[in-house]
């Protein structure tokens, strides 16, 4: 049991913890999310509601909280209880209406709207208004005490139901209201497992039972009671009686449950042991069950880290393809190599080619003068198959990594948020890919231009031009003999070949090496950039998540803070 | 597709359809299976075999079921109902542990008690038992249901009321005055249950226990709950099971709907139709359109092109050009164009004993190629699923991919088997050709008798002269001519030449891009487009079992 005078170091160890509950991230759809975060949610009310104004204020009246089924005769017993109608009773069900705290006027200071229950604002006239508390000044309450009647546990209102939730969770002491018809529904008996496992003070009243089947209903509710954990609370029985015009039970049929809680209200120590097992209860179940939601973060967690897997794997690969198929040469296939052909010379030189290279840089240069347009056509050919490339890489890395997402519930849900069009790439990619692919050539062009700076006055130079040298260029830097076959490495090697002479011819050896390097670099980097973006996409819905490597420690370490106070507590 | 509606409409006029209907659902979970999510489809599965189980069973009796929360007085009103003490009434709750069922009439139940599960030491023959009255004859075919509890901490009592909520053709449910607004039984078993109000009765019990006064307004109350969870019409009777007030009301309404028979037939209609609206909700209903015209070009383009159609193409140009130079070229000098290598037969085309066995020595697709048909098969399915369920998209797209891993065998077998061979010789060849011969006869003609004309010269013998033509000697001008117009036919042969060639290559390419289409078609088009049809087919069966 803790210290009746709770330390200053427990009420911020609760409120750090309060806070990381709260941030904790859950939004991901992991199996059996919702519960945690229903859990969640219920414990950083009762921390805002219940356990830190309680410890703030551990003088404050008891708070009875008279709770159970709808039609069980919640109302008509508090009225009973006060002895005058300070709450309406109807048969009509569920009843809509604000929840009514019944206290003496010399409590009164103990309910402000800042004390316990702060969401609900605080009036003093009946309302149906099921965010606010009808409080009620009443003498015949006795001081130190108070009596709320909330509204129905079961009811098909569900902002009923949760409202009750939130009351029990903020009561010092459990009224339970049952009845012959209602002692062994579920619902109940969900809320009295709950009240049982955190050690809650509870009394219950079967209410509305005929005179002839008391003993028996009695007998099987106390056993049932036993069974779940609840053999010490205290069983009142009311039997069914006429009510008067006012709508009040003979004052005899609640004598008992009036006599318990008089005594109660008297007995300051009693009331305080009362209010500490309850807090102590709460205290200690919040501290359990954080770690179940450190555990669903954990969750959370190790998701995310494979979703992000996932998307990256996918990229990763497409990027890997697109980097072999830029430098195996199959760029310079088909198209691009007829416009080459035609760009150096005639189609059927490649065969003497290695023999009479020298020749054909003649022919070579005699066609970039004949037909300066040509280069132009090399270059969009260029272009064109790297537009497509960039755009089928896009496309297959975004299929891939939607599918591995879908085939996981969090992923869907994810990928719905998005209104599903991340199975394809963006839709300005198309755009950015071909202003990409040109900038890539202007840079190659302005490349070959800064390097021939020097050289712009030798003939050599003069005769290529910057677009002609340029054009050499992009054969040169995807031409790779590897990945081909057969006649090819003789087309596409022996095109490069022609390329390269010429380039050589007019920055040596040592700069054509670097310059295709640095050309080849740029592209390999402008499609990094542009796959990044892509990926980008996906990577954002995950940070939405908010799920860092640290979430889980950062719960779990605030709940050690709360057991260490605790600890210590009860060490001293 | 459209003609399954139409037979469909046909039937229903016949009046026998919820057989059809039935059949329909199966069909459309069965065209589903693999594309929808697999729980909806295994409650429309378990929803067809009811129903199939249903009405193979006695269509003579009706099965009504007292369903309600524990203590609002089921058993008190079975036991009203049948006369009989047969279901135990107390005060400690839960009291019903077992469903009890008695059935009325004098035809056997026995077989459709079974399929409820209900065993016999739980079943009651009502004529069996007591003599005929005319109650006991009005519920004639009467198979009454006391269900347990649904609300109750035990929880295999809520499963069997679940399993007989499912199975039972009229649901009464039995609601009390403290209990009637819960939870349980809205949100689990009446608001889910809202399109079933023609099969469903609502009873007040205990009714006795409601203060004078507030009756009416109790049941208006109950009426607006009903109504909030979208059951707007059912019929809400008052009773008492311990006055016995409102239990003949309650025993006349359940009598029509035994004397209709209707009640199996109509609940498993409304099973039927909320399943098929669940899964059209899932299915999506938007209308299909072929394949675009454009989108399918343009793979055929990005095929052809993967395929290596120009390259084949090129090489027919050239190699027809080649060999009709050569067959109308001068044949003196024709030795030299054999030196070339022909370029069909280094792809291994073109040759006559090309079979399908035969791989071709095209290079294979380049990756810029392949990217293209690629972009080219995803641009053709995101077409042709534009407006379908993303599980619909998703499986189109799948069977559109499905063939992509042996296509570019498929190509090749393609431009293989196309016969592109240039084998056959025109006639306009044969003549140049047979021209070219003769100017050779001719021109050998006139150099021999040059040849004759010297010899004879040398010999000294005679003085022959040649005839002169316009002062040329014919010899000579025989010689000159013939090699002349040798040279100017071989020039026109081969201007003709390549005139043929080009024709020859835009056939080869006309011929080469139909087969490539056939690919395209079988491997790509035709999958995607069989998706297309399952979706429709699953789209129009369970329009014909909801009923539209």
Same mark, same amino acid.
């Given at each position: ?61 008891? =708070? ?26 109807? @048969? ?45 000044? $009443? ?5 130190? =005490? ?70 028996? $209903? ?107 198929? +830029?430098?195996?040469?199959? @760029? ?112 190659? +062009? ?37 990945? =081909? ?88 | ?16 359809? %919820? ?105 009651? /023959? ?91 307004? &109790? ?19 008052? &009773? ?106 280094? %792809? ?6 090309? &079979? ?12 810029? /190629? ?42 090749? /077998? ?44 040398? %010999? ?11 002062? %040329? ?52 088009? /035709? ?22």
């Amino acid at each position: 049991m803790a210290s009746p005078r709770p330390s200053a170091a427990l009420t911020t160890a609760l409120t750090r913890l309060r806070q990381e509950l709260q941030a904790a991230p859950l939004r991901l759809d992991v199996p059996a999310v919702a519960k945690v975060r229903g859990s969640r949610n219920a414990m950083v009310s009762q921390l805002e509601d219940y356990i830190l104004p309680r410890l703030v204020q551990i003088d404050a009246p008891l =708070l009875a909280v008279v709770g159970g089924s709808t039609g069980a005769g919640k109302s008509t017993l508090v009225n009973s209880l006060v002895g005058r109608s300070v709450t309406a009773a109807g @048969v009509l069900r569920p009843t809509t209406r604000s929840p009514v705290l019944v206290h003496n006027p010399a409590d009164a200071t103990w309910f402000g709207p800042d004390r316990i229950l702060p969401e609900l604002a605080r009036t003093t006239s009946p309302s149906t208004d099921i965010g606010a508390l009808h409080l009620v000044a $009443v003498d015949t309450v006795p001081p130190g =005490l108070a009596i709320l009647d909330a509204p129905d546990v079961d009811s098909v209102e569900t902002a009923n139901r949760t409202l009750a939730a939130q009351l029990l969770a903020a009561a010092d002491l459990w009224l339970f209201v049952t009845s012959a018809a209602r002692y062994a529904d579920q619902v109940p008996w969900e809320f009295l497992k709950a009240a049982a496992e955190r050690s809650t003070a509870v009394a219950v009243v079967l209410d509305r039972t005929a005179p002839e089947s008391v003993n028996e $209903v009695r007998a099987h509710l106390a056993r049932m009671l036993t069974s779940h954990g609840l053999r010490d609370s205290p069983l009142f029985t009311v039997p069914e009686s006429a009510v008067s015009a006012e709508g009040l039970l003979d004052p005899q049929a609640v004598a008992p449950v009036r006599g318990w809680l008089q005594e109660l209200s008297a007995d300051a120590t009693a009331r305080a042991q009362i209010i500490a097992q309850t807090l102590d209860g709460a205290i200690r179940q919040v501290a359990f069950r954080t770690h179940e939601v450190a555990d669903a973060v954990a969750e959370q967690q190790r998701v995310t880290a494979s979703l992000r897997h996932d998307a990256a794997s996918a990229y990763r690969r497409a990027e890997a393809d697109l980097t072999e198929a +830029l430098g195996d040469g199959t @760029v310079l296939r088909g198209e691009v190599l007829a416009r080459w052909q035609e760009f150096v010379g005639a189609g059927g030189f490649a065969r003497t080619m290695e023999h009479h290279v020298s020749r054909l840089r003649d022919r070579f240069v005699a066609a970039v003068r004949g037909r300066g347009q040509s280069a132009e056509d090399v270059s969009s050919a260029v272009g064109h198959g790297l537009h497509v490339l960039l755009l089928e890489h896009a496309e297959s890395a975004a299929e891939r990594a939607h599918r591995s997402w879908s085939s996981t519930e969090p992923g869907r849900s994810l990928l719905q948020e998005s209104q599903g069009v991340l199975g394809r790439a963006s839709r300005d990619f198309r755009e950015k890919a071909e202003r990409a692919v040109r900038d890539w050539q202007q840079q190659l +062009l302005e490349v070959v231009r800064e390097e021939g700076a020097d050289k712009r006055a030798t003939a050599r130079f003069l005769a290529y031009g910057v677009n002609g040298l340029g054009v050499a260029l992009m054969v040169v830097v995807f031409a790779s003999t590897a990945g =081909l076959t057969g006649s090819e490495v003789g087309i596409a090697g022996g095109t490069a070949v022609v390329g390269q002479k010429v380039l050589e011819a007019v920055f040596g050896d040592q700069a054509v090496r670097r310059l295709a390097a640095q050309a080849r670099d740029d592209l390999v980097r402008r499609a990094h950039d542009l796959l990044q973006v892509e990926e980008e996409r996906f990577v954002a819905l995950l940070d939405a998540v908010g799920a860092d490597e640290q979430s889980a420690d950062r719960v779990r370490d605030a709940v050690r803070a709360v057991d260490d106070v605790r600890q210590a507590a009860r060490a001293r | 597709m459209t003609g399954l509606v139409v037979g469909a409409r046909r039937l229903l006029r016949r009046g026998d359809d %919820l057989v059809l209907r039935v059949d329909a659902l199966q069909e459309a979970v069965t065209s589903g299976r693999g594309r929808l999510d697999d729980a909806a489809l295994n409650d429309a599965q378990e929803t067809v075999d009811r129903a199939q189980e249903r009405l193979r069973l006695s269509g003579a009796h009706t099965v009504v079921a007292l369903a309600g929360a524990t203590g609002s007085g089921k058993s008190s009103l079975f036991n009203k109902l049948t006369g009989l003490d047969l279901a135990a009434v107390g005060v400690r709750r839960p009291t019903t542990s077992w469903a009890l069922a008695c059935a009325w009439g004098p035809d056997d139940a026995a077989d459709l008690l079974g399929w409820l599960g209900i065993p016999a030491r739980h079943q009651v /023959q009502r004529t069996s038992l007591l003599d005929t009255s005319t109650d006991d004859s009005r519920l004639a075919g009467l198979v009454l249901l006391d269900l347990p509890d649904h609300d109750s901490t035990e929880v295999s009592h809520h499963l069997e009321v679940d399993r007989l909520v499912k199975h039972a053709d009229l649901l009464v449910w039995v609601l009390d005055p403290q209990k009637y607004a819960d939870a349980a039984i809205h949100d689990r078993y009446l608001r889910p249950l809202a399109t079933h109000s023609d099969v469903m009765l609502v009873v007040l019990n205990q009714a006795d226990q409601l203060p004078a006064g507030t009756r009416g307004s &109790t049941l208006a109350d109950v009426r607006r709950l009903l109504s909030a969870d979208g059951l707007h019409d059912v019929p809400v009777l008052a &009773t008492s099971a311990r006055t016995g007030a409102g239990v003949d009301e309650l025993r006349a309404a359940i009598a029509k709907r035994v004397r209709a028979k209707a009640a199996a037939t109509a609940r498993l209609a409304l099973d039927v139709s909320a399943t098929a609206q669940r899964l059209t909700e899932l299915n999506g209903t938007a209308a299909t359109s072929a394949p675009g015209k454009d989108r399918v070009a343009a793979l055929d383009d990005a095929l052809a092109e993967a395929a290596g159609v120009p390259v084949v193409v090129q090489a027919v140009r050239r190699s027809t050009a080649t060999r009709r130079r050569r067959a109308t070229g001068w044949p003196l000098i024709r030795w030299v164009g054999r030196l070339r290598k022909d370029p069909l037969a280094d %792809l291994h085309l073109g040759t006559a004993d090309s &079979t399908a066995l035969v791989r071709s020595s095209l290079p294979p697709a380049s990756k810029v /190629q392949q990217a293209r048909v690629d972009l080219a098969v995803r641009d053709l399915a995101e077409d042709a699923s534009r407006g379908l369920d993303p599980s619909w998209a998703r499986s189109v797209r799948t069977a559109s991919s499905a063939n992509s891993a042996d296509l570019h065998d498929a190509l090749d /077998q393609a431009i293989v088997s196309t016969g592109i061979a240039v084998d056959r010789t025109p006639l306009w060849v044969r003549a140049f050709n047979a021209v070219q011969w003769l100017l050779v006869v001719v021109a050998v003609v006139g150099a021999g008798w040059l040849a004759a004309l010297a010899g004879l010269a040398f %010999l000294q013998v005679g003085a022959y002269q040649p005839p002169r033509v316009s002062g %040329l000697a014919l010899p000579t001008l025989l010689l000159v001519v013939a090699v002349v117009l040798g040279l100017a036919v071989a020039a026109a042969g081969r201007a003709v030449a390549d005139r043929s060639a080009a024709r020859a290559a835009r056939r080869a390419d006309v011929r080469l891009r139909g087969a490539i289409a056939a690919v395209a078609d079988e491997r790509v088009v /035709q999958p995607l487009v069989a998706e297309l049809t399952a979706y429709e087919h699953t789209r129009d069966a369970l329009r014909v079992a909801g009923g539209r």
